[in-house]
């Protein structure tokens, strides 16, 4: 059976994809399901039957949990440290929740973007301070790119990898993105290959044999070759009308 935590991590990732496919209220669902999951999973760190509404009962059961309304102010009572400002977040978010599945929504897209940043930065802090992980410590590397854009937190974590790369030198040209976190500046040269500070992949360097332009590739996709980006979607896209015209 998964733990509060494993499926916390479920509903987060799932926010992310849905985000990046632009599914904005699928991702407000999602997020705020994985922040009222973490939040349970912290109060049952201090003791298991603390995320059940009734305490004080004598019958408590499973299917009568503390909603996310209630969370914050029972952390607080036993000694988890919540701003004012997270705990409004956190509110209003779920308010929006309540609205999509049950009602219509009476956010923008704008603020709901704001917002689920905010929701976001509060949970890489979250993690930091109370489970001691850091936010890419839970999610998978294809999310990397839309949390980069989500968090205002996830800058600490490029400033740590940048000086990583600084230190080590040899960097790879700027116009050159790791292909699997998408991150510039951060690829440092090691021989023939490359190394990712940010998302700590190992990558091979070397020239693209179809426009000769040099590259960085995980050589995982088509043979052990280093591909231009460019170069790597003409295939792609290749590939995908040839299986389709012999469909």
């Known amino acids: 059976m998964k733990s509060l935590f494993d499926t916390a991590k479920v509903f987060l990732i799932q926010s992310l994809r849905d985000f990046e496919d632009g599914r904005l209220a699928f991702s407000i669902l999602h997020a705020v399901t994985a922040t009222e999951l973490l939040l ?86 979250f993690l930091d301070r109370e489970m001691h992980l850091t936010f890419n410590d839970v999610i998978p590397k294809s999310s990397y790119k839309t949390a980069n854009r989500l968090l205002k937190e996830w800058a600490k974590v490029i400033t740590k990898a940048k000086k990583k790369a600084e230190a080590e030198g040899h960097l790879v040209d700027m116009a050159l993105e790791c292909p699997v976190c998408g991150a510039a500046g951060m690829v440092s040269l090691r021989g023939k290959q490359a190394f990712c500070h940010l998302c700590d992949t190992n990558l091979l360097f070397g020239e693209c044999p179809l426009c000769h332009k040099p590259a960085i590739d995980t050589g995982l996709f088509f043979d052990d070759k280093v591909y231009h980006p460019k170069c790597w979607h003409s295939i792609l896209e290749n590939q995908i009308k040839e299986k389709e015209a012999q469909a």
């Not at 999973?41 to 298991?48: A, F, K, N, P």
């Not at 059961?61 to 409004?88: A, H, Y």
């Open 40 to 125: 349970k999973e912290r109060l049952s760190r201090i003791h298991q039957n603390l995320i059940y509404g009734k305490i004080d009962s004598r019958q408590i059961t499973q299917e009568n949990t503390v909603g996310l309304k209630d969370l914050p102010q029972r952390l607080i009572n036993f000694g988890i440290e919540l701003s004012q400002e997270e705990r409004d977040v956190i509110n209003r978010l779920a308010k929006w929740r309540h609205e999509i599945v049950h009602h219509m929504p009476t956010y923008s897209e704008q603020h709901a973007v704001i917002n689920l940043g905010l929701l976001y930065d509060f949970l890489s802090q």
